[in-house]
């Protein structure tokens, strides 16, 4: 049985080897699984026999392949070599040919080339031919051109023009004799039409002159007209001597009335309006063209400004004129066009103010001009709506430079506050300072002299904003829009006020880093008292354009929203500047971490700097609870992050119980001062949960507590909830000493002796170490002292 089993053993190993084998000759990929095989069932001598056996069965297989196709290999070779032969003969023959066919083309070739030259000679024979009858015609009629010049028979000259330009010149037009003649034909055509214009180019230059005294007049009676309140005294300038003049009174129309007639009676009446009209428009396009000069005083731009507009109101009076006193030179369609003209030339107000430092009544007296000039030309009836949206366009530039000035009266008012509190000794004084504010007060039970919580920084402000309202209405008015309208724009630029300059400057104030901790206070109380106080605005704006707050067409002053933002900031920086001087405190800190000295009160810097937060936030008193709160938590979380710091700082490498008992006690004097409730409605737990970690630790080493912390450690939550085996173990190895590996609890009284108390520290470590590797690895201290001062963590 023994044997049989020998020889089934030996069949299946057999029969295992060659389907290995089989894997290996098909297979294309790597051989290390069949190797492995081979290695795990331990039959490596019988696998190399049958291996090798294989290899030369397969050897004989080639052997035997090779003799079968030698034969076929030498008879393709002779096949291949007798080609050879054949193939250099092939090229001989083929270089023959070639040789042959060069030398017979090369006279066919000769010949072709001189056919070629002989036909372009030919055609350029017959092109010059073919000009020549086209330019002879064409310098015949400019011959009879100046003759008939020359004998003065202009009507003559007039068709000969028409058939030199429209029949004669457009063939021979690429010559440039031709170009030539083309552009005199307009010059001898405007030579004719010149003569018998001679008294319209004078009435022209005359209309010219005259079109600024004539716009001058025209305004002045428009004013007396509509009886408005626009003081144009200082903007027009002197006053004409009689207003009631009208046009016919200061020009003479006598010489275009003589040219309609002359050219009515030739039948060229059309003709003699289009070219009034075109150089009507070259005069539009001088008079319309505004070019200030550069450098100008504010006191010469404005004459520039008056004289610019009088001069375009005068040439619109004088068409108007001749609209009522023609037939045919002037139409509605024409000045509505010469109107469009102006309107295109003008584009915007910007190229009016091309001084970047126009200053607001700058821009209020051209407003002012503007409107008279639209009230004007409105009573010859033009349409000037573009023009009052243009003025619209004004409004806002004369915003901007209104903010402009602004900013830098809020500045001042900025750079001269004293920020502390206000005092004021009668309500007389109260009311003048408070301005519209005034009626917002809470004046109950309101003893004098009255001490108000925020400075003058806030009436001044007040005062500020009414005075901008006001300048700002000063333009919306006289522009032909609504009551609503108007307050709209007013209520729009106050908004942009208080949104860009006023926000802008409250926020570089706090940032300003000579700003001290009790000024950035001042501010954010200021910037509460104005957001509180702010909506006396919207009554001030109603109580100025006349349109309620409570009305469905009046828009809020949204703008005030932004003091929301300006507290924020204000928040902010009360934060930084708390934790600078935390900061300041701490690097006053020394700890003697190997002392044994005993010392059962606080570090010196721990005691001042509680003292001097408690004095700060005595000063909160009148900041919004939720900043006050806010700063008193910050500053919490901040002293709990810089003793955490210390504590796991890793230049320090041994501790004594001392020195930890002396952190513990300025942890016991920090968590005496979240207890008192420094700020008021402050809660104590959100001021000891930042330090709960560091107690927690402290608690745990000297109550030797780590069984609870071993047994409920939790890898998955470590970031949050636990502190990190490798923080832990690194502190508990300061308690070791490096030299005799002894626990250095040389100053306490022990249940234990020191060498228990070492191995049972050692083997804490230990497992600590252990722990540390089934999570995500070790932390620097930093970050680590980042992740648990944003929790409590509890062991």
Same mark, same amino acid.
């Given at each position: 049985?023994? $044997? ?5 053993? *030996? ?58 196709? /030698? ?13 050879? %032969? ?19 083309? =090369? ?23 073919? =000009? ?21 028979? !202009?009507? %003559? ?7 030199? $330009? ?8 690429? /010559?440039?004799? #031709? ?11 405007? @030579? ?60 003479? &129309? =006598? ?50 400004? @008056?004289?610019? &507009? ?10 108007? *004129?001749?609209?009522? @006193? ?49 009230? @004007?030309?409105?009573? /010859? ?80 402000? &007040? ?69 509180? /106080? ?34 924020? $900031? ?20 020394? !700890? ?26 005595? *000063? ?19 002293? =709990? ?27 016991? #004097? ?42 409920? +450690? ?29 626990? %250095? +609890? ?32 070790? %932390? *620097? ?15």
């Amino acid at each position: 049985m023994t $044997e049989e089993a020998n020889l089934e053993t *030996t069949d299946t190993v057999k029969t295992h080897i060659n389907h290995l084998l089989s894997e290996l000759e098909s297979s294309e990929t790597q051989i290390t699984p069949t190797v492995r095989a081979v290695y795990e069932g331990g039959f490596e001598s019988q696998f190399a026999d049958c291996l090798t056996e294989r290899i030369g069965s397969l050897d004989k297989d080639i052997e035997i392949m090779c003799s079968y196709h /030698y034969q076929g290999f030498i008879d393709c070779v002779n096949e291949l070599l007798k080609v050879q %032969s054949m193939v250099k003969g092939l090229q001989s023959d083929i270089c023959n040919v070639d040789t042959m066919l060069c030398s017979n083309s =090369a006279e066919l070739i000769d010949s072709h080339e001189s056919l070629i030259s002989q036909r372009l000679e030919l055609k350029n024979m017959a092109s010059t031919i073919q =000009a020549i009858k086209l330019c002879i015609p064409v310098l015949e009629m400019y011959q009879k051109l100046k003759e008939e010049m020359h004998n003065k028979n !202009y009507y %003559s000259a007039i068709k000969i023009l028409g058939h030199l $330009e429209h029949t004669y010149l457009p063939p021979i037009s690429s /010559y440039s004799f #031709a170009s030539i003649m083309a552009q005199q034909i307009p010059k001898t055509r405007q @030579t004719i039409k010149e003569i018998s214009r001679c008294d319209l180019k004078d009435f022209l230059k005359t209309i010219r002159e005259k079109s600024h005294e004539i716009g001058l007049n025209a305004m002045w009676q428009s004013h007396q007209t509509m009886n408005t309140d626009i003081p144009i005294d200082h903007i027009l300038g002197r006053r004409p001597k009689s207003i009631e003049d009208g046009p016919l009174d200061f020009l003479n &129309f =006598a010489p275009i009335y003589r040219c309609l007639h002359i050219y009515s009676i030739i039948g060229e009446k059309e003709d003699f309006a289009k070219e009034y009209h075109a150089d009507r428009k070259k005069q539009a396009d001088l008079t319309f063209k505004f070019v200030p000069k550069l450098g100008d005083s504010p006191q010469e731009a404005d004459s520039y400004n @008056t004289e610019y &507009f009088c001069k375009v109101v005068g040439f619109f009076v004088i068409e108007n *004129t001749l609209l009522h @006193t023609t037939q045919g030179l002037v139409t509605h369609t024409s000045i509505d066009e010469l109107w469009n003209l102006f309107l295109s030339c003008l584009g915007n107000l910007d190229q009016l103010l091309l001084n970047k430092d126009d200053q607001p009544q700058q821009l209020l007296d051209l407003k002012l001009l503007l409107v008279l000039f639209c009230q @004007t030309l409105g009573g /010859y009836e033009l349409n000037v709506t573009k023009l009052y949206k243009l003025l619209i366009n004004l409004y806002q530039k004369y915003c901007d430079s209104l903010q402009t000035l602004w900013k830098s009266k809020f500045k001042d008012v900025f750079s001269k506050d004293n920020y502390s509190p206000l005092s004021v000794d009668s309500d007389v004084q109260l009311q003048q300072l408070m301005g519209c504010a005034y009626h917002v007060l809470d004046k109950t039970d309101a003893k004098f002299p009255l001490h108000l919580p925020f400075s003058k920084l806030v009436p001044e402000i &007040f005062t500020l904003m009414e005075e901008y309202i006001e300048a700002s209405l000063q333009f919306a008015t006289h522009l032909d829009l609504s009551q609503t309208e108007v307050d709209d724009l007013v209520r729009k630029s106050t908004n942009e006020l208080l949104t860009k300059t006023l926000n802008d400057c409250l926020i570089d104030l706090i940032k300003e880093k000579n700003l001290v901790l009790s000024q950035i206070v001042q501010v954010s109380i200021n910037t509460s008292f104005l957001q509180r /106080y702010s909506h006396c605005m919207e009554t001030f704006v109603s109580s100025k354009t006349g349109c309620t707050v409570s009305s469905t067409q009046a828009k809020d002053l949204y703008g005030l929203k932004m003091f929301d933002n300006v507290k924020e $900031e204000a928040k902010r920086q009360i934060h930084v500047k708390l934790t600078e001087k935390i900061d300041e405190f701490f690097e006053l800190s020394r !700890y003697n971490w190997t002392t044994n000295e005993v010392r059962e009160y606080p570090s010196d810097y721990m005691t001042d700097m509680l003292n001097y937060l408690n004095n700060k936030f005595k *000063t909160f008193t009148q900041l919004e609870q939720s900043v006050a709160c806010g700063a008193c938590e910050e500053a919490g979380k901040h002293i =709990a992050n810089k003793l955490l710091e210390i504590f796991l700082d890793p230049s320090v490498t041994q501790m004594t119980r001392v020195a930890l008992d002396i952190l513990d006690q300025d942890v016991i #004097a920090y968590e005496g001062f979240a207890l008192d409730e420094p700020v008021k409605g402050v809660k104590n737990i959100n001021l000891l949960i930042p330090i709960q970690t560091l107690r927690n630790v402290i608690n745990m080493i000297k109550q030797s507590d780590y069984d609870k912390y071993i047994a409920e +450690f939790n890898p998955s939550s470590r970031s949050s909830q636990n502190i990190a085996p490798d923080v832990l173990a690194r502190v508990l190895e300061r308690f070791l000493d490096k030299e005799n590996k002894k626990f %250095s +609890f040389k100053s306490f009284s022990m249940n234990k002796n020191e060498k228990e108390m070492n191995q049972l520290l050692e083997t804490v470590i230990k497992k600590l170490r252990t722990l540390n590797t089934a999570g995500s690895g070790s %932390s *620097t201290p930093t970050m680590i002292a980042r992740k648990l001062s944003r929790s409590n963590l509890n062991f």
